[in-house]
């Protein structure tokens, strides 16, 4: 089987890019493959989840800042003020958010400036800023919110590098090599915090099909794949698995336990010496306004307004969670929902809706979601 047509062809959000972008292992059946590794215990051993209505504590819906040219990741000079744009990651800010962080360092320093502006504190901004800390930058941030209340907290925390990172009809063909500059940069980044009370983590990624999943259009942007970085995913036999489904796929995806991850890089900022101002920015002026000569952009959607970009635009994704359960720590995807467990829930979610700027939960989405994972879960062996 043509595993990149296997793959691509399926599936859901933010889980299809860990699947499919990063299905990067190399081609072929590797020598020793992890595929029989519980073998002797029959299928894997996979704790079902507790799932009901009443343990959903919060449904959250957050906003994608989608340019489906790819992220913005350039300078240019305003005035007296060079500004550094990184901004408009889609569904991959995460996972890329080390990766253009580099980049737009490496165009700061070519300022030889140290006293640096960063507008935002999501998880890019924050990225950003470590990494010019680590190259003597004196950082200042200036946002109008701080986590928990920023889009960086409302994401479902896997690596996604290709999720909604472009449209690759739109994008340029230079843009591939660009994201997959960042992609290995961000991965050899994350494996750095692995450890670090769980901030990062490894997972098992399952994916359950009925029947060979088949690309769901809308779904975004997911057609970059980049091979050697995350450990081959494999199909399971009917006697290795424990669901009622004919194509079932394993792989190990790391993932981020967002609300611990945010606090920790935020901690390290700020033992760096850098400052945290809430100021919000509502006009070029009050860039201008600013102290500092280089500025660097990370204020996700809210670079719409004040730098006028018409191609930012919302991709809207909802997420409900459930009470955590210690001993569930996979995750799983299949068609039309996915969930992954995380220490702070159990996320369930999501969709995705191009140009959406409602974050008003729908419980209609919720229960939809409910169902599927409720109908996987009650045809699961044990
Ligand atoms: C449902 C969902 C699931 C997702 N899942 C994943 C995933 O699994 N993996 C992954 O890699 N990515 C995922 N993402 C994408 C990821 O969350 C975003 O790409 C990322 O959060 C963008 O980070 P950011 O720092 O650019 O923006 P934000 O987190 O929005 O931060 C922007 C910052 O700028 C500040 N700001 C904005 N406007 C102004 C202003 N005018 N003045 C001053 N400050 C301002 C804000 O207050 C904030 O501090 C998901 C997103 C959603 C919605």
Known sequence: MNRRNFFE????????????????????????????????????????LRLSMDRIVKETVGLRPFRASGPRIESEQMGNKTIVHNYGHGGSGWSLSWGTGNMARNMVLATKEKKIAMLGCGTVGIATARLLQESGCEVTIYTKDVPPNITSNLATGTWSPA??????????????????????????????????????????????????????????????ELEGLLPERVRLDKKEHPFNANHVTRRANMMFNIPSYLRHHLNDFLMFGGKVKIQEIKKMDDIDALSERVVVNCMGL?????????????????????????????????????????????????????????????????????????????????
């Open 9 to 48: 062809k399926a599936v859901p959000a933010s889980f299809a890019i860990g699947a499919i972008a990063s299905s990067c292992a190399p081609k072929g059946q590797p020598l020793y493959s992890d595929k029989h590794f519980h073998i002797s215990k029959g299928y894997h051993q996979i704790p079902k």
């Open 163 to 224: 999720s909604r990172v472009c449209d690759v009809k739109v994008a340029k063909p230079e843009f591939k090599a660009i994201w997959e500059e960042a992609t290995r940069f961000s991965f050899r980044r994350f494996q750095n915090l692995l450890g670090m009370g769980e901030i990062a983590a490894w997972a098992e990624e399952y994916g359950v099909f009925d029947d060979a999943p088949q690309y769901i259009p809308g779904a975004g942007g997911e057609d970059f």
């Open 302 to 382: 809210g670079a719409k307004p004040v730098f006028d970009d018409k191609e930012l635009t919302p991709v809207s994704g909802q997420l409900s969670c459930l009470i955590p359960q210690s001993d569930v720590n996979y995750k799983l995807y299949t068609r039309g929902a996915n969930f992954i467990s995380r220490k702070d829930g159990i996320y369930l979610g999501s969709n995705g809706i191009v140009g959406n700027w409602d974050t008003t939960p729908s419980r209609e989405q919720t229960e939809k979601v409910f169902t599927i994972l409720n109908k996987v879960m009650t045809e699961m062996k044990g």
